[in-house]
């Protein structure tokens, strides 16, 4: 049975970005005085707390949008319709997510045409990703190809002005190529960024480089080759005297030596990271690891101590409020207690999942609903409501036809 995930679901912004930040921290700096502070740190913050909770990130992103003025710098504008639109893409809304993510697109080449820099280039590359994935949730092949383009342009304006922008640049287009399936492409990039990043023999730089090409090559279940770029990863990962990113590395490492079948290594590893991260704050963190260990026994038939890190992840994903890491605990909980042929126990869990699911899901059915009523007039209401409410039938039953299926590739190892 396969039990990665997104390992490694792109290493490159769990190094580029702050971790496991909490609503506390958001709210302090919402009502910060420096307006600019205020813009910078709730759009970083927001954009972090999108994959724990992303209807609270979208709350504070779209409250710090209200705070915006003509004078604001466009960098920052440019970066708050980023947020908004990636959260969106993260609901499912990928409609209202290409509307903000367009207007960020626009501003960064506003800003790009005054100062063409790699950093500029950059941030048009994450925003351009951003579309692409939108339209791949639309599938809308004609527009992928139209951005494609775009990617393919910006590229040939990257220069190594900045060393470590340079090689995040270059996995962000590797990154865009993966997405598409266009793993030559893909290989190229990140080759290069490999290059430039021994080159500089700097270990953040070659930390970004070797983790995000031997995600790629994981996620497509290349483990003998992954393995040495992400031991090397780890190796200069160790030197940055960052823990957090660290025992990321380390799990990465963990789910390859499992799939590898080295079991007595990854269990090694995975009780390390567990036992360090409990040592912490981070509720996040700690589900996380939790969740890891406790799969790792429920692959190997080891239900009970399965159950017991289970239970205790589903305790820290409370504490941290984070409501889909919920559901997938009440998903792999309920599952583990079938395994045990405790019926009555799976059952009370299956429930609580349905439940909270149903909870979320009726939150943005609402909503869509309501931007309706203020867009289409009576009769293209009616018909567009209708038609709403239909796909969203159909997406519920889809959901309860895959979710045996699909749960473990969405619960495990999920840092």
């Not at 580029?16 to 307006?35: E, G, P």
């Not at 995975?270 to 939790?290: H, I, N, P, W």
Request: charged share 25%; aromatic share 12%.
């Amino acid at each position: 049975m396969k039990i990665k995930n997104t390992l490694l679901s792109c290493f490159l912004f769990s190094c580029c970005a702050v971790f496991a930040q909490t609503t506390d921290s958001i709210r302090y700096y919402l009502h910060h005085k420096n307006l600019e502070t205020r813009i910078d740190k709730v759009n970083e913050l927001a954009s972090d707390y999108a994959s724990v909770n992303p209807d609270t990130a979208l709350f504070y992103a779209l409250e710090i949008n209200k705070q915006l003025t003509k004078s604001s710098p466009k960098f920052y504008v440019a970066y708050n319709y980023h947020v908004v639109g990636s959260i969106y893409s993260t609901l499912s809304d990928y409609q209202t997510a290409l509307l903000w993510l367009e207007k960020a697109l626009k501003l960064k080449r506003e800003l790009d045409a005054v100062e063409s820099t790699t950093l500029s280039i950059h941030d048009q590359l994450l925003t351009v990703n951003g579309i692409i994935y939108a339209w791949q949730g639309l599938g809308d092949i004609k527009k992928i190809h139209e951005y494609v383009l775009i990617v393919e342009q910006l590229s040939e304006k990257l220069s190594e002005t900045n060393s470590t922008n340079y090689i995040v640049s270059l996995i962000q287009i590797a990154d865009i190529y993966t997405s598409l399936k266009r793993y030559d492409k893909a290989e190229e990039f990140f080759l290069k960024a490999i290059a430039k990043a021994e080159s500089t023999k700097d270990d953040r730089q070659l930390t970004l480089a070797y983790q995000n090409y031997g995600a790629n090559l994981v996620s497509r279940d290349m483990y003998e080759k992954a393995l040495p770029y992400i031991e090397k990863g780890l190796v200069h990962s160790e030197k940055l005297n960052e823990p957090n990113k660290y025992l990321e590395s380390k799990v990465n490492l963990a789910i390859i030596y499992a799939e590898m079948g080295k079991k007595e290594e990854a269990l090694k590893i995975f009780k390390e990271v567990y036992d360090q991260q409990l040592t912490g704050v981070d509720s996040y963190g700690k589900s996380s690891a939790a969740n890891n260990l406790g799969f790792f026994y429920f692959i190997e038939n080891k239900f009970d101590k399965a159950l017991a890190l289970f239970l205790e992840s589903l305790k820290y994903a409370n504490e941290a409020k984070a409501f889909k890491l919920m559901m997938d605990r009440y998903q792999i909980i309920s599952e583990t207690y079938e395994q045990m042929k405790n019926y009555k126990a799976s059952l009370k869990y299956s429930r609580l999942f349905q439940k909270l699911n149903d909870s979320l899901f009726n939150l943005e059915t609402v909503k869509q609903l309501n931007d309706l009523t203020e867009k289409y007039g009576n009769e293209k209401k009616e018909k567009k409501i209708l038609e709403l409410k239909k796909n969203n039938a159909e997406i519920k039953l889809k959901e309860e036809e895959t979710k045996r299926v699909s749960q473990r590739n969405n619960i495990v190892f999920a840092v």
